[in-house]
C-alpha cells in the first residue's frame, strides 16, 4: 500500500558563513582561524571550541593541492540525477584537506588546483 | 563496570527484503524468539532499549509501535541510534541500566525496516550520514562513496586490490549460504564480484551489503538475575567505544577507522583480553573493504596486512580468528538497527556452540563484536565470554 | 542506583526561531555554558550522550556534526530519542553510565532545530508521532491534535474548562517575560487565549509551545569526581521512567497520562520523596491541559483538581509547590530534544539559588523535573536535591 | 540558504491485514482475536504478544458505540490539506475503543454508529 508521502524542504541557515559562500562564486576558498589559539577549522567554524573564543577571522585557503583519496559517484541519490561525478580529498598547501569534486583524470598524489563551479570545491588535475 | 553483565536471551528475525511485514510485525519476530531463548515473559523486562535509525520507514518514531506489539508497554522509554551501530548502542544503554542496578532484566531491540523507500531516497539518507551541509549538500556523496574514499586510499597506500576485496564477500556469501536466515544466500566468484555495477567506484554491488528489513534482540541480566534463573550465561567481558568526525575530510587518514581502533583499545582493557585471544569476531563489513580495515583496527593484522589475512583463509572457520561465519552483513543483511544486536545473537550462538553447520571450535570461548556507525562517526566494540 | 550521581554544571542556548544558527553552532551555545560553569574542558569528558529528535532539521543524523563543532570527537557514541522526552533521555542514559562505573564525568546535551521545515510538514511528522499507519494515515492527527484528545475528555469528566487552561498560558508567559532564554517574552491575558486560533480545538495557538530551535546540556558525575573537582553537586536523588501504547486510543483513559504516572512513583520511590516534599518541579506543558494533567499525575492536585491547585495559585513562585518559573514549554519554548535538560538546567539554577527575579524560597532544596514524549508515550520524572 | 529537499514516498506491506482494509471499502470494521487466549487487538495484530500464538481469527466489530473523546482539526498536516475534520474516539459494544472520524455534531457521551468512508472508520453521531 502506497504511505503518505513526507516531503521535506529546508531553509538552512549559513549566518556568519557569507565569506564561504561568496569566495565559491569568486573561485576562492575561505575557511576560518581563531585568532586567539590560531587553529584553523574546515569547514569553516564560528566558534572555537579549542579555546571557548568566537572571535576569529576569515582566510583564503592556497590553491595548490595534491589528492589523497577519491571515487566515482555513479548511483546518484535523490538531488543528484546527473552524470557521474567524482568526490575527493585533497589536502593543500596550508595542510587542509577538504572535499571537492575532482575534474581530470584522478589519482592519489596527483597534483590539482582547487578552484570552485560556483557551487562547490572543485579540484583540477594538473 | 561495577557489576557483571550478562546476555541471558537472544533472537534475530530473518533478514531480506520483507514485503511480507511491517516494523511492528518484523520486530516481534525477534523479540519473540530472545523471550523464548531465555524463558521469560515480558513482565520479567524491566526495562527495553530500542535501536533504530527510522529514516527509510512510514514510521519515523518506530519505539512506541513496536513496543506496544510486542506487549512492552510501560517498560519502553528510549530509542537510541548511533546510524550503522545503533543495535551496538542499544546494547550499550542495556549493559550500563543493568550495571549501574537501575534495573536487573533489560531487553534490547534492533529493528529497521528499509525497504520501504526508494534506493534513490535511501542513498540520499545515507548521504547525510556525515556532514549535510559540508558534504551531501555540496558534493551528493552517498553511503557508498564515503567507504569507497577509504577503498582508494588504502589501494594506494597499501597495495589493497579490488580481488582481495572481492574474496570478503566470496567469504561472506559462502557462509550466508548456510544460514536460514540470511538475506543473500546465493554463492558469489571473484570474477562475478569485480564485474558487478560499480556504485561508488571503487565499490561495486557485490561488495556491497544489500537493503535490508530485520530485527534483533538480547536479554542482558544481572549476576543476581542469571543466579536466581539459573540461566546459562554468556558474559559481557568488557564494551568499548569511540567517535569521530562528521567531516571525512577531517579526518586526516583514510585506512582505517579511528572510532573502531579506541573502542577496541578501550574494550580489550576493560575485558583484559588482546587481540590473539579472540576466537571468533563478527566485524562491520558493510563493504568489503570494512572487512579488511576492520581486521587492522581490532589488531588481527599488522596495519596494511588486513588483506593478506583474508588471502591466507585465517579468518574462515577454525581458522586463526574466524570472522562472520554467518554471512556477514554483506551477505546476512544489515538492517542498521538490527546489526550490532545480530552480532551479539551471532557471537553468543558461537559460544554457547549451537551454530550447526558453521560452528566454530573453541579453546577459550573469547569472542567479539565490532560494529561501526556511520562512516567511522561511531564505533563500538564488545567482548563476550562464556 | 549503585553508585550516586550529581549534576556539576549546566548550559541552555537562548531559546527560540533561531535563524541566525545552524544546529552545530546552536548546540555550542548549551556546550559552551556548561563546561564553563562546571570549569570543565572538553579532555574532562569521558562520554557524550546526545539527545536530539532530528526529524525537522536537515541534518538528520545530527550527532557527529554537532560533536565535532564542539570539539568533542572521540567522546560521542550516542543518540537518543523519546519524542518530546529526548532531553530526559539522554539525562537518564548518563546518569546510567556513571552509576555503572563506566565513566565519572558525562555530558548529555540536548538540542533541536524545528525551524528548517515549514509549519505543515511540522504538523505531518508530529502526527507520525504515535502510530503512523493506525492514526496520521488514516485520521490526518496532528500533534495538538492528540492533546487535544486529552483535553476534551478532562473537561468533559471534570469540568475543567478552556478558561482554566488559558490560565496555565498566562502563567507560562508571565514568568517567560522575566527569562531572556525565553521564547515568547509577551504577557497575555485569559481572553487573549481563548481568543486565540484555534488549532485543534479545544486547543488554541495561545494553548501552545511554540515551534523553537534550542539546546541545553548537563554534565553529570560521580561522587569521586565531586570530590576530586571540589564541585558544588546537586544531586540526583531518583529517577523514573515510563512509557505507553503507541496508540492513544488503546489507552483506554484520556485525562492523564499513565507513562508519567509510572515514571512519578519510581522516582518518588528511588528518591524516598513524596510529592508534599516537592518544593519545585518543572512539568511538561506542551499545551496548557498537559500542566493540569501534569499536578494530578505527579501527586500535587487529587485526580480532577489540577486546574483547583493552578486558580489557587498554588504553583506560582513560592506556592505549595512552584512549577516552570522560567516560562515552560509554553514560553521559554519546546525544541523536543533540549527540553529535558532544559528542566534540569532550569531546576538546578534553583536549586543553587541562581535564579534571579524568579528565585524560589526552598526550604529541604528538593525540586522534580516531569518529561513527557509523544502524547504520554515516553515519560521521565527526575528528583533532583542539594 | 534553500537546502536540498528530500523526498521519500513509502510502500508499506498490509500483508495480513487485508481483511480489515477490505472491510473498510464494504463499511464494516473488522479486527483480530487470538484464538488461544481470547485477546482482542485492535489495532489488529497478527501475533499475540500475550500467549506467543500467531493463531488469530478476524471478528466483525459491532457498529454502536459512544463518543469517549474527539477534537475539531482546524490546523492541518502535510497531506491533509482539505476542509476541517473531527478526530475522536469511540468505545463500541465489544468495549474496544476505536479512532475514527466523527460525523455530525460531536459531544463526549453521544451515541454513534460505526461505518466507513472506505478509507477509515467514521463514527456517526445518532
Ligand atoms: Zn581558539
Ligand atoms: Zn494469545
Tied chains: 1, 4.
Excluded at chain 2, 55 to 60: A, D, H, K, S
Excluded at chain 2, 167 to 195: F, I, M, P, Q
Excluded at chain 2, 269 to 281: F, K, L, W
Excluded at chain 2, 341 to 350: D, G, H, N, R, S
Aim: contains cysteine; neutral net charge.
Amino acid at each position: 500500500m502506497e504511505g503518505i508521502p513526507l516531503f521535506l524542504k529546508y531553509d538552512v541557515s549559513i549566518q556568519g558563513y557569507e565569506r564561504f559562500w561568496e569566495g565559491l562564486k569568486a573561485g576562492e576558498v575561505w575557511t576560518t582561524k581563531c585568532k586567539k589559539c590560531g587553529t584553523i577549522y574546515y569547514p569553516p567554524q564560528r566558534d572555537c571550541p579549542n579555546c571557548l573564543s568566537s572571535d576569529m577571522e576569515w582566510i583564503k585557503l592556497k590553491e595548490n593541492g595534491k589528492i589523497m583519496t577519491f571515487s566515482i559517484v555513479k548511483q546518484k541519490p535523490q538531488g543528484f540525477d546527473q552524470e557521474d561525478y567524482v568526490v575527493g580529498i585533497v589536502r593543500n598547501e596550508d595542510n587542509v584537506d577538504l572535499m571537492c569534486w575532482l575534474k581530470g583524470i584522478p589519482k592519489v598524489g596527483k597534483d590539482v588546483k582547487l578552484t570552485t563551479d560556483g557551487k562547490r570545491v572543485i579540484g583540477v588535475v594538473v | 563496570m561495577n557489576k557483571r553483565v550478562a546476555v541471558i536471551g537472544i533472537g534475530s528475525s530473518k533478514f531480506g527484503r520483507r514485503n511480507d511485514v511491517g516494523i511492528r510485525e518484523l520486530t516481534w519476530e525477534a523479540v519473540r524468539e530472545a523471550l523464548i531463548d531465555a524463558g521469560l515473559t515480558q513482565k520479567d523486562i524491566q526495562l527495553n532499549v530500542i535501536g533504530s535509525t527510522a529514516y527509510r520507514g512510514t514510521e519515523i518514531y518506530p519505539a512506541p509501535p513496536a513496543s506496544e506489539y510486542s506487549g512492552l508497554v510501560g517498560k519502553s522509554p528510549i530509542r537510541v541510534e548511533a546510524a550503522c551501530a545503533t543495535g551496538s548502542a542499544a546494547a550499550f544503554t542495556a549493559i550500563n541500566a543493568v550495571a549501574s542496578g537501575m534495573a536487573d532484566i533489560v531487553l534490547a531491540i534492533g529493528f529497521d525496516k528499509m525497504t520501504e523507500v526508494d534506493t534513490s531516497a535511501s542513498l540520499a539518507i545515507g548521504g547525510r550520514g556525515g556532514n549535510y551541509l559540508w558534504e551531501f549538500h555540496m558534493y551528493g556523496t552517498t553511503f557508498p562513496t564515503y567507504y569507497a574514499l577509504y577503498a582508494t586510499r588504502h589501494m594506494a597506500v597499501y597495495g589493497t586490490t579490488e580481488e582481495d576485496m572481492a574474496l570478503a564477500s566470496v567469504k561472506a556469501h559462502k557462509y550466508a549460504s548456510l544460514n536460514e536466515k540470511a538475506h543473500l544466500r546465493n554463492k558469489v566468484t571473484v570474477e562475478e564480484v569485480l564485474k558487478s555495477r560499480p556504485i561508488s567506484w571503487p565499490i561495486k554491488l557485490l561488495d556491497s551489503s544489500p537493503i535490508s528489513d530485520g530485527s534483533s534482540a538480547a536479554i542482558f541480566a544481572s549476576e543476581d538475575a542469571v543466579r536466581k534463573l539459573h540461566a546459562e550465561p554468556v558474559w559481557v567481558k568488557g564494551i568499548g567505544y569511540g567517535s569521530d568526525t562528521s567531516s571525512i575530510a577531517s579526518r586526516g587518514e583514510w585506512t582505517g577507522l579511528k572510532a573502531a581502533k579506541d573502542a577496541a583499545a578501550m574494550a580489550y582493557s576493560s575485558s583484559h583480553v588482546s587481540p590473539t585471544d579472540v576466537e571468533y569476531a563478527t566485524v562491520h563489513d558493510c563493504f568489503t573493504i570494512a572487512e579488511i580495515m576492520a581486521y587492522e583496527d581490532l589488531g588481527f593484522a599488522e596495519k596494511g596486512k588486513g588483506a593478506k589475512l583474508l588471502r591466507d583463509g585465517q579468518t574462515e572457520k577454525d581458522g586463526k580468528v574466524a570472522v562472520n561465519l554467518f554471512g556477514g552483513l554483506k551477505a546476512k543483511g544489515h538492517p542498521l538497527g538490527a546489526t550490532g544486536l545480530a552480532m551479539i545473537y551471532e557471537v553468543v550462538k558461537q559460544l554457547r556452540e549451537e551454530a550447526g553447520p558453521v560452528q566454530h571450535s573453541f579453546k577459550n570461548y573469547i569472542g567479539l563484536t565490532h560494529n561501526v556507525g556511520g562512516t567511522g562517526h561511531y564505533a563500538y566494540v564488545t567482548v563476550l565470554g562464556r
